[in-house]
T-cell receptor
Framework: DAEITQSPRHKITETGRQVTLACHQT?????MFWYRQDLGHGLRLIHY???????NKGEVSDGYSVSRSNTEDLPLTLESAASSQTSVYFC????????????????FGPGTRLTVL | QKEVEQNSGPLSVPEGAIASLNCTYS??????FFWYRQYSGKSPELIMS????GDKEDGRFTAQLNKASQYVSLLIRDSQPSDSATYLC????????????FGSGTQLTVLP
């Protein structure tokens, strides 16, 4: 069955370190997204990609970067981790075909809980 | 700044009752609307989608959309303790953004 996976599921790191969170989907979806979820803020979009070599900044992109070298993967990198980046990170994917299409639905991975000390 | 407002929780209903979850959105360009359920410690799971004004029923769930009022709701009939979760409203803009904007969610507790 097609799925979307994230790794690691839990990560503890120190301030200033570079951290990369992996996201892999086997849906063959064009669109991939990274969100962070914090109490009181809901899900906030960090970066997104509509295809290979395409990346875009979301609402809270400062301190994060992504790259898309293939359809299946969109790794999220924290260049220099900060305590404010302690959060739960979700990757999602979708295939967008047009208005009203069910393929606008986003499917979420299991999440990565990141703690920056 | 696109805004999505959901009724403040937490919301508690007795088992068997109807739970009503409400959502208003600011972006008139939104064309598709999704409801996600998120259990504590888990990822969001899509449970309903609605694209046209009116009601859409799927089992015990009914989504209602009124684009003129920029309002979408989710009704859960015969609520069960297993429905206890946070429900996220997410309008989708089909234009250049092609993004979901999530509300902060309403926490629902169904009391046995």
């Amino acid at each position: 069955d097609a799925e979307i996976t994230q790794s690691p599921r839990h990560k503890i790191t120190e301030t200033g370190r570079q951290v990369t969170l992996a996201c892999h989907q086997t849906w063959n979806h064009n669109n991939m997204f990274w969100y962070r979820q914090d109490l009181g803020h809901g899900l906030r979009l960090i970066h997104y990609s509509y295809g290979v070599q395409d990346t875009n900044k979301g609402e809270v992109s400062d301190g994060y970067s992504v790259s898309r070298s293939n359809t299946e993967d969109l790794p999220l990198t924290l260049e220099s981790a900060a305590s404010s980046q302690t959060s739960v990170y979700f990757c999602a994917s979708s295939e967008s075909k047009g208005q009203g299409s069910r393929s606008n639905e986003q499917f979420f991975g299991p999440g990565t809980r990141l703690t920056v000390l | 700044q696109k805004e999505v407002e959901q009724n403040s929780g937490p919301l508690s209903v007795p088992e068997g009752a109807i739970a009503s979850l409400n959502c208003t959105y600011s972006d008139r360009g939104s064309q598709s609307f999704f409801w996600y359920r998120q259990y504590s410690g888990k990822s969001p799971e899509l449970i309903m989608s609605i694209y046209s004004n009116g009601d859409k029923e799927d089992g015990r769930f009914t989504a209602q959309l009124n684009k003129a009022s920029q309002y979408v709701s989710l009704l859960i009939r015969d609520s069960q303790p297993s429905d206890s979760a946070t429900y996220l409203c997410a309008p989708f803009e089909q234009g250049s953004a092609r993004q979901l904007t999530f509300g902060s969610g309403t926490q629902l507790t169904v009391l046995p």
